[in-house]
Protein backbone atom coordinates (compact mmCIF):
# COMPACT_ATOMS: atom_id res chain seq x y z
CA UNK A 1 0.00 0.00 0.00
CA UNK A 2 1.27 3.41 -1.28
CA UNK A 3 1.91 6.10 2.09
CA UNK A 4 -0.71 8.15 2.85
CA UNK A 5 -1.63 11.65 0.92
CA UNK A 6 -2.00 14.72 2.97
CA UNK A 7 -6.24 14.07 3.25
CA UNK A 8 -4.98 10.78 4.89
CA UNK A 9 -2.78 12.66 7.08
CA UNK A 10 -5.39 15.12 8.15
CA UNK A 11 -8.02 12.87 8.71
CA UNK A 12 -5.49 10.89 11.08
CA UNK A 13 -4.55 14.01 12.74
CA UNK A 14 -7.89 14.82 14.04
CA UNK A 15 -9.25 11.70 15.47
CA UNK A 16 -8.28 12.00 18.95
CA UNK A 17 -7.34 7.71 19.38
CA UNK A 18 -4.11 9.10 17.45
CA UNK A 19 -3.16 11.09 20.61
CA UNK A 20 -4.00 8.62 22.99
CA UNK A 21 -6.21 6.59 24.87
CA UNK A 22 -7.33 9.27 27.38
CA UNK A 23 -7.75 12.04 24.32
CA UNK A 24 -11.64 12.48 23.58
CA UNK A 25 -11.63 15.98 21.82
CA UNK A 26 -9.32 17.55 18.71
CA UNK A 27 -10.13 21.26 17.80
CA UNK A 28 -8.19 21.95 13.73
CA UNK A 29 -7.47 25.09 13.11
CA UNK A 30 -6.06 26.48 9.68
CA UNK A 31 -3.30 29.05 8.78
CA UNK A 32 -2.06 30.04 5.11
CA UNK A 33 1.14 27.66 6.15
CA UNK A 34 -0.06 25.06 8.73
CA UNK A 35 -2.85 23.15 10.14
CA UNK A 36 -2.56 23.07 14.27
CA UNK A 37 -4.31 20.60 16.20
CA UNK A 38 -5.05 21.23 19.85
CA UNK A 39 -4.95 18.12 22.35
CA UNK A 40 -5.65 18.67 25.90
CA UNK A 41 -2.96 21.15 26.88
CA UNK A 42 -0.75 20.20 24.28
CA UNK A 43 -0.18 21.99 20.29
CA UNK A 44 0.84 19.67 17.02
CA UNK A 45 1.68 21.67 14.21
CA UNK A 46 1.53 20.61 10.51
CA UNK A 47 3.74 22.76 7.88
CA UNK A 48 1.31 22.98 4.65
CA UNK A 49 3.72 21.32 1.29
CA UNK A 50 3.38 24.74 0.14
CA UNK A 51 5.29 26.90 -2.17
CA UNK A 52 5.47 30.94 -1.68
CA UNK A 53 8.19 33.60 -3.30
CA UNK A 54 9.01 33.71 0.27
CA UNK A 55 9.15 29.98 1.52
CA UNK A 56 9.18 26.62 0.12
CA UNK A 57 7.68 23.68 2.01
CA UNK A 58 6.78 21.03 -0.68
CA UNK A 59 9.57 18.62 0.64
CA UNK A 60 9.50 16.43 3.73
CA UNK A 61 13.22 17.49 4.23
CA UNK A 62 12.28 21.26 4.21
CA UNK A 63 9.74 20.48 6.38
CA UNK A 64 11.56 18.97 9.17
CA UNK A 65 14.81 21.63 8.55
CA UNK A 66 11.73 24.33 9.65
CA UNK A 67 9.98 22.20 11.99
CA UNK A 68 13.42 22.53 13.92
CA UNK A 69 14.26 25.56 13.43
CA UNK A 70 11.20 26.81 14.67
CA UNK A 71 12.11 25.10 17.74
CA UNK A 72 15.32 26.81 17.26
CA UNK A 73 14.12 30.37 17.14
CA UNK A 74 11.43 30.39 19.44
CA UNK A 75 13.56 29.00 22.36
CA UNK A 76 15.15 32.72 21.96
CA UNK A 77 12.02 34.44 23.46
CA UNK A 78 9.32 31.34 23.96
CA UNK A 79 11.51 28.93 26.82
CA UNK A 80 9.79 25.79 27.64
CA UNK A 81 7.23 26.54 25.39
CA UNK A 82 8.29 24.47 22.44
CA UNK A 83 8.68 20.84 23.22
CA UNK A 84 10.24 19.42 20.70
CA UNK A 85 9.33 17.68 16.80
CA UNK A 86 7.02 14.91 16.43
CA UNK A 87 7.62 12.34 13.33
CA UNK A 88 4.54 11.37 11.74
CA UNK A 89 5.61 7.43 10.79
CA UNK A 90 3.88 5.04 8.49
CA UNK A 91 4.26 1.48 9.32
CA UNK A 92 2.18 -1.61 8.30
CA UNK A 93 -0.17 0.45 6.71
CA UNK A 94 -1.08 2.27 9.96
CA UNK A 95 0.01 5.77 11.04
CA UNK A 96 1.95 6.89 14.50
CA UNK A 97 2.74 9.85 16.11
CA UNK A 98 6.72 9.37 16.74
CA UNK A 99 8.90 11.45 19.31
CA UNK A 100 12.04 12.63 17.97
CA UNK A 101 13.36 10.92 21.08
CA UNK A 102 12.86 8.07 20.30
CA UNK A 103 13.60 7.85 16.69
CA UNK A 104 14.72 6.19 14.57
CA UNK A 105 11.83 3.90 14.64
CA UNK A 106 10.52 1.25 12.47
CA UNK A 107 8.22 2.98 10.54
CA UNK A 108 8.89 5.87 7.49
CA UNK A 109 8.57 9.73 8.39
CA UNK A 110 5.83 10.62 5.93
CA UNK A 111 5.64 13.95 7.65
CA UNK A 112 6.93 16.21 10.76
CA UNK A 113 5.19 18.24 13.27
CA UNK A 114 6.13 21.10 15.65
CA UNK A 115 4.82 20.31 19.75
CA UNK A 116 4.30 22.84 21.88
CA UNK A 117 2.75 23.64 25.31
CA UNK A 118 -0.85 25.52 24.74
CA UNK A 119 -0.78 28.81 26.33
CA UNK A 120 -3.56 30.64 27.65
CA UNK A 121 -5.33 33.00 24.88
CA UNK A 122 -6.96 35.33 27.13
CA UNK A 123 -3.16 36.02 28.20
CA UNK A 124 -2.39 37.18 24.39
CA UNK A 125 -1.49 41.48 24.25
CA UNK A 126 -4.46 41.47 21.85
CA UNK A 127 -6.54 39.91 23.99
CA UNK A 128 -5.86 41.71 26.92
CA UNK A 129 -6.15 45.29 24.57
CA UNK A 130 -9.60 43.63 23.40
CA UNK A 131 -10.85 43.48 27.01
CA UNK A 132 -8.78 46.66 27.65
CA UNK A 133 -7.03 45.13 30.56
CA UNK A 134 -3.18 45.69 29.92
CA UNK A 135 -1.65 47.93 32.69
CA UNK A 136 1.55 49.69 31.94
CA UNK A 137 3.54 47.11 34.56
CA UNK A 138 2.50 44.00 32.61
CA UNK A 139 4.04 45.93 29.32
CA UNK A 140 7.39 47.11 31.07
CA UNK A 141 7.66 42.95 31.62
CA UNK A 142 7.40 42.79 27.71
CA UNK A 143 10.45 45.45 26.99
CA UNK A 144 12.49 43.90 29.41
CA UNK A 145 12.25 40.78 27.52
CA UNK A 146 12.56 42.34 23.73
CA UNK A 147 15.32 44.33 25.05
CA UNK A 148 17.17 41.28 26.78
CA UNK A 149 16.56 39.51 23.15
CA UNK A 150 17.98 42.32 21.06
CA UNK A 151 21.02 42.64 23.06
CA UNK A 152 21.70 39.38 22.43
CA UNK A 153 20.93 39.12 18.79
CA UNK A 154 23.27 38.67 16.34
CA UNK A 155 23.95 41.66 14.41
CA UNK A 156 23.87 41.61 10.63
CA UNK A 157 26.13 43.29 8.14
CA UNK A 158 24.63 44.80 5.70
CA UNK A 159 25.83 47.21 3.18
CA UNK A 160 23.72 50.89 3.53
CA UNK A 161 22.70 50.07 -0.95
CA UNK A 162 21.85 46.43 0.49
CA UNK A 163 19.66 47.66 3.10
CA UNK A 164 17.56 50.66 0.77
CA UNK A 165 17.38 47.78 -1.49
CA UNK A 166 15.30 45.44 0.34
CA UNK A 167 12.69 48.17 1.00
CA UNK A 168 12.55 48.68 -2.62
CA UNK A 169 12.36 45.29 -3.48
CA UNK A 170 9.20 44.28 -1.55
CA UNK A 171 7.81 47.79 -2.60
CA UNK A 172 8.05 45.81 -6.01
CA UNK A 173 6.11 42.87 -4.70
CA UNK A 174 3.85 45.03 -2.92
CA UNK A 175 2.28 46.55 -6.19
CA UNK A 176 2.61 43.81 -8.23
CA UNK A 177 -0.40 42.43 -5.26
CA UNK A 178 -2.28 45.62 -4.33
CA UNK A 179 -2.62 47.13 -8.00
CA UNK A 180 -3.99 43.93 -9.60
CA UNK A 181 -6.74 45.11 -11.39
CA UNK A 182 -9.27 42.78 -10.21
CA UNK A 183 -8.95 43.77 -6.56
CA UNK A 184 -9.93 47.88 -7.11
CA UNK A 185 -8.52 48.63 -3.58
CA UNK A 186 -9.02 52.17 -2.92
CA UNK A 187 -5.88 54.71 -2.51
CA UNK A 188 -3.41 51.70 -2.93
CA UNK A 189 -1.76 53.26 -6.06
CA UNK A 190 -1.22 56.75 -3.87
CA UNK A 191 -0.12 54.44 -0.98
CA UNK A 192 2.29 52.82 -3.27
CA UNK A 193 3.81 56.51 -4.54
CA UNK A 194 3.96 58.26 -0.89
CA UNK A 195 5.52 55.44 0.36
CA UNK A 196 8.09 55.75 -2.47
CA UNK A 197 8.68 59.27 -1.95
CA UNK A 198 9.18 59.07 2.00
CA UNK A 199 11.63 56.05 1.34
CA UNK A 200 13.83 58.28 -0.84
CA UNK A 201 13.15 61.44 2.25
CA UNK A 202 14.72 58.72 5.01
CA UNK A 203 17.09 56.82 2.75
CA UNK A 204 19.84 58.58 4.92
CA UNK A 205 18.25 57.18 7.92
CA UNK A 206 18.31 54.09 6.72
CA UNK A 207 21.77 53.74 5.56
CA UNK A 208 23.12 55.41 8.90
CA UNK A 209 21.07 52.28 10.69
CA UNK A 210 22.38 49.60 8.59
CA UNK A 211 26.30 51.51 8.67
CA UNK A 212 25.89 51.20 12.68
CA UNK A 213 24.95 47.86 13.45
CA UNK A 214 21.53 48.59 14.13
CA UNK A 215 19.58 45.18 12.08
CA UNK A 216 19.77 42.50 13.91
CA UNK A 217 17.96 38.45 13.56
CA UNK A 218 15.06 39.83 14.71
CA UNK A 219 11.85 37.66 15.42
CA UNK A 220 10.12 38.44 11.90
CA UNK A 221 6.49 39.07 12.78
CA UNK A 222 5.61 40.26 16.15
CA UNK A 223 2.05 41.02 16.16
CA UNK A 224 0.21 41.11 19.53
CA UNK A 225 -1.40 37.89 18.87
CA UNK A 226 2.08 36.63 19.68
CA UNK A 227 2.65 38.43 22.76
CA UNK A 228 1.61 36.80 25.89
CA UNK A 229 1.65 38.23 28.94
CA UNK A 230 2.73 35.34 31.49
CA UNK A 231 4.84 35.20 34.34
CA UNK A 232 7.31 35.68 32.88
CA UNK A 233 6.13 37.21 28.97
CA UNK A 234 6.59 34.57 26.20
CA UNK A 235 6.79 35.59 22.64
CA UNK A 236 6.21 32.76 19.82
CA UNK A 237 5.79 32.46 16.50
CA UNK A 238 9.30 33.78 15.28
CA UNK A 239 9.41 33.98 11.50
CA UNK A 240 11.18 30.66 11.29
CA UNK A 241 11.19 30.36 6.94
CA UNK A 242 13.55 33.18 5.61
CA UNK A 243 16.29 34.32 7.33
CA UNK A 244 16.39 37.65 5.65
CA UNK A 245 12.64 38.76 6.62
CA UNK A 246 14.22 38.44 10.11
CA UNK A 247 16.74 40.62 9.82
CA UNK A 248 15.23 43.79 10.71
CA UNK A 249 15.76 47.27 13.06
CA UNK A 250 14.14 46.81 16.48
CA UNK A 251 12.61 49.51 15.66
CA UNK A 252 11.15 48.29 12.74
CA UNK A 253 9.99 45.49 14.60
CA UNK A 254 8.52 47.60 16.96
CA UNK A 255 6.98 49.61 14.75
CA UNK A 256 5.01 46.52 13.63
CA UNK A 257 4.00 45.99 17.16
CA UNK A 258 3.03 49.12 17.47
CA UNK A 259 0.87 49.11 14.28
CA UNK A 260 -1.04 46.23 15.38
CA UNK A 261 -1.67 47.12 18.48
CA UNK A 262 -2.88 50.84 17.49
CA UNK A 263 -5.12 49.07 15.02
CA UNK A 264 -6.66 47.09 18.12
CA UNK A 265 -7.56 50.01 20.14
CA UNK A 266 -4.26 50.57 21.96
CA UNK A 267 -2.33 53.92 20.29
CA UNK A 268 -0.96 54.70 23.89
CA UNK A 269 1.17 50.86 23.54
CA UNK A 270 3.31 52.30 20.57
CA UNK A 271 5.17 55.24 22.39
CA UNK A 272 5.32 53.36 25.65
CA UNK A 273 7.00 50.46 23.54
CA UNK A 274 9.38 52.90 21.60
CA UNK A 275 10.65 54.86 24.77
CA UNK A 276 10.98 52.10 26.90
CA UNK A 277 12.77 50.37 24.14
CA UNK A 278 15.26 53.01 23.53
CA UNK A 279 16.04 53.90 26.90
CA UNK A 280 16.83 50.23 27.78
CA UNK A 281 19.29 50.23 24.39
CA UNK A 282 20.44 53.35 24.66
CA UNK A 283 19.37 53.99 21.19
CA UNK A 284 17.09 56.35 19.69
CA UNK A 285 15.32 56.17 16.62
CA UNK A 286 14.18 59.56 14.71
CA UNK A 287 10.39 59.96 14.38
CA UNK A 288 10.48 60.07 10.60
CA UNK A 289 12.17 56.46 10.73
CA UNK A 290 9.80 55.34 13.03
CA UNK A 291 6.45 56.61 10.57
CA UNK A 292 8.89 54.57 7.87
CA UNK A 293 8.88 51.36 9.34
CA UNK A 294 5.18 51.90 10.25
CA UNK A 295 4.25 52.58 6.76
CA UNK A 296 6.14 49.64 5.79
CA UNK A 297 4.78 47.25 8.21
CA UNK A 298 1.44 48.05 7.04
CA UNK A 299 1.92 48.05 3.42
CA UNK A 300 3.55 44.54 4.12
CA UNK A 301 0.15 43.98 6.12
CA UNK A 302 -2.27 44.87 3.16
CA UNK A 303 -0.24 42.89 0.68
CA UNK A 304 -0.50 39.42 2.71
CA UNK A 305 -4.55 40.11 3.44
CA UNK A 306 -4.66 40.69 -0.54
CA UNK A 307 -2.50 37.33 -1.26
CA UNK A 308 -4.84 35.50 0.88
CA UNK A 309 -7.52 36.11 -2.21
CA UNK A 310 -5.22 34.75 -4.54
CA UNK A 311 -5.15 31.52 -3.19
CA UNK A 312 -7.57 28.95 -5.67
CA UNK A 313 -9.89 28.50 -2.48
CA UNK A 314 -9.69 31.53 -0.30
CA UNK A 315 -10.28 31.56 3.27
CA UNK A 316 -13.09 33.89 4.78
CA UNK A 317 -12.86 35.51 1.38
CA UNK A 318 -14.84 38.75 2.69
CA UNK A 319 -12.40 39.71 5.63
CA UNK A 320 -9.13 40.79 3.25
CA UNK A 321 -10.32 43.48 1.47
CA UNK A 322 -11.40 45.63 4.06
CA UNK A 323 -8.54 44.35 6.33
CA UNK A 324 -6.37 45.40 3.80
CA UNK A 325 -7.84 49.05 3.07
CA UNK A 326 -7.56 49.47 6.23
CA UNK A 327 -3.72 49.27 6.34
CA UNK A 328 -3.65 51.41 3.43
CA UNK A 329 -5.18 54.26 4.90
CA UNK A 330 -2.09 53.94 8.25
CA UNK A 331 0.43 53.21 5.38
CA UNK A 332 -0.54 56.86 3.56
CA UNK A 333 -0.86 58.88 7.11
CA UNK A 334 2.65 57.71 7.75
CA UNK A 335 4.21 58.41 4.58
CA UNK A 336 2.56 61.92 4.74
CA UNK A 337 3.57 62.73 7.92
CA UNK A 338 7.19 61.76 7.00
CA UNK A 339 6.80 64.32 3.54
CA UNK A 340 5.62 66.92 5.82
CA UNK A 341 8.33 66.79 7.95
CA UNK A 342 11.43 66.04 6.42
CA UNK A 343 10.63 68.25 3.46
CA UNK A 344 10.92 70.86 6.36
CA UNK A 345 14.45 69.24 6.96
CA UNK A 346 12.57 67.88 10.78
CA UNK A 347 14.07 64.87 11.76
Same mark, same amino acid.
Given at each position: MHPPGL?????????????GASV???? /????? !???????????????? #?? /??? @??????????EFYCREEIRLNARMAPGVYCGVVALQWNQDTLALVPDALLPAPGKTVDWLVL????????????? &????????????????LLAAFYRAAPRIALGENDYLARFQYEQASNREVLL? #?? @????????? !??????????????LRARASGLRIVDGHGDLRPEHVFLL???? &? &?????????????? #?FAEIAYLSLECSMAGAPWVGPFLVQGLADALNDQAPPALLDFYKARSALLRAR?? !?????DPQPRLPLKWAPLAARY?????????? &??????????
Open positions: AAKLKFLQAPPSYTQVE /CLETH !MSWVFLVDQLVYKLKK #PV /CFP @FLDFTTLKARMRKLPLQRTLHQL &IEKHRLTPSELSAVVER #PQ @FQLRDAALA !MDRFDAALALVADLQPPA &I &IDCLEFNPQLRQLD #PLA !MAHLLVTQALAASDA &IIATRQHGKP
